[in-house]
């Protein structure tokens, strides 16, 4: 078990660019969530995941945003159009929905800052 | 609604006690705790689900009061270690995988 795996740790880009950021869960979990988290902050949810369906999504989020996971395994997450207000870091957990366990296990996370 | 932590920031000396509240505005069905050092991933700590009871993890405890829609977290005879920043993440039903965060305590331990 190799916990779960993002990246890039670091994105630097331009207002306008788009971005694309990727999760690797925990193998056997079937839940994966999407979370941003600004400096002094907790975490806010974007959206999750079971297995390849996505069942939220934040009310918040905007249509710039977009998730996919198509197999049920990794997931990526994509900013069209990127905006200073975009720059955070990007967490991805996931959890083991079934079993009672109800634990997020997070990522490092994806630093993403626009210029 | 996010949930409001008290206090925002707190500074203890090794083996002294500290409480972490967590309030909520809305019927909750579990609370999370969990801890992140600055630069790193969360990290879970512990759940409490709604029946108000309490768990303990080594010197770490917590307790849930559903009626009154709170949380705390008791953290006993403080380490260096348990230096961070302690965020509680409410669910407001068993089939959400979403959770909630308050804005969180900063807790420093000074030797």
């Known amino acids: 078990d190799t916990g779960v795996s993002q990246n890039p740790r670091h994105k630097i880009t331009k207002r306008g660019q788009n971005v694309t950021f990727r999760c690797d869960p925990i193998s056997e979990h079937n839940r994966l969530y999407w979370y941003r988290q600004t400096l002094g902050q907790g975490p806010e949810f974007l959206t999750y995941f079971q297995n390849e369906a996505q069942l939220e999504k934040s009310r918040l989020l905007s249509d710039r945003f977009s998730a996919e996971r198509p197999k049920g395994s990794f997931s990526t997450l994509e900013i069209q159009r990127t905006e200073q207000g975009d720059s955070a870091m990007y967490l991805c957990?996931?959890?083991?929905?079934?079993?009672?366990?109800?634990?997020?296990?997070f990522g490092s996370g994806t630093q993403l800052s626009v210029l | 609604q996010q949930p409001v932590q008290s206090p925002q920031a707190v500074i203890l000396r090794e083996g002294e006690d500290a409480v972490i509240n967590c309030s909520s505005s809305?019927?909750?069905?579990?609370v999370h705790w969990y801890r992140q050092k600055h630069g790193e991933a969360p990290v879970f700590l512990m759940i409490l689900l709604k029946g108000g009871e309490q768990k303990g993890h080594e010197k770490i405890s917590a307790s849930f009061n559903e009626k009154k829609q709170q949380s705390s977290l008791y953290l006993t005879a403080s380490q260096l270690s348990y230096s961070g920043t302690y965020f509680c993440g409410t669910a407001g039903s068993s089939n959400t995988g979403k959770l909630i965060f308050g804005q969180g305590t900063t807790l420093q331990v000074k030797p």
């Open positions: 957990a996931s959890s083991l929905y079934g079993t009672g366990e109800l634990e997020l296990f």
């Open positions: 809305k019927a909750l069905y579990s």
